[in-house]
Nanobody, 123 residues
Framework: QLQASGGGLVQAGGSLSLSCAVS????????MAWFRQAPGKEREFVGM????????GVVDSVKGRLTISRSVAKNTLYLEMNSLNIEDTAVYYC??????????????????WGQGTLVTVSS
């Protein structure tokens, strides 16, 4: 089970930190990812960390502003978001892949999903 939290309303240029608490499995056995879905758009891949801890990273559009990390001790995935802009407004989902698929950017690779947490960036 994945429980995402930390979303909210923030002004452009501000920061937010999202968390995804994992239960039932240990995070170092899972590929973990963040996806997001903006209003009226398809869900898109944001970034991921492999089960081994090696960091695939984030997509180019958010590089330098969004950072993915994890705590094995807390069994939690994080998404640190800085310099937010209006285009970052979306529901953010954490996802887990217990099969450790090679296709890490594809939604179908992930067999467990959190409920989503809404991030709204205002101008």
């Amino acid at each position: 089970q994945l429980q995402a939290s930390g979303g909210g309303l923030v002004q452009a240029g501000g920061s937010l930190s999202l968390s995804c608490a994992v239960s039932g499995r240990t995070i170092n056995n899972l590929n973990m990812a963040w996806f997001r879905q903006a209003p009226g758009k398809e869900r898109e891949f944001v970034g991921m960390i492999r089960w081994s801890g090696s960091n695939y990273g984030v997509v180019d559009s958010v590089k330098g502003r969004l950072t993915i990390s994890r705590s094995v001790a807390k069994n939690t995935l994080y998404l640190e978001m800085n310099s937010l802009n209006i285009e970052d407004t979306a529901v953010y989902y954490c996802a887990a892949d217990s099969r450790r698929s090679v296709a890490v950017t594809l939604q179908r690779s992930y067999d467990h999903w959190g409920q989503g947490t809404l991030v709204t960036v205002s101008s």
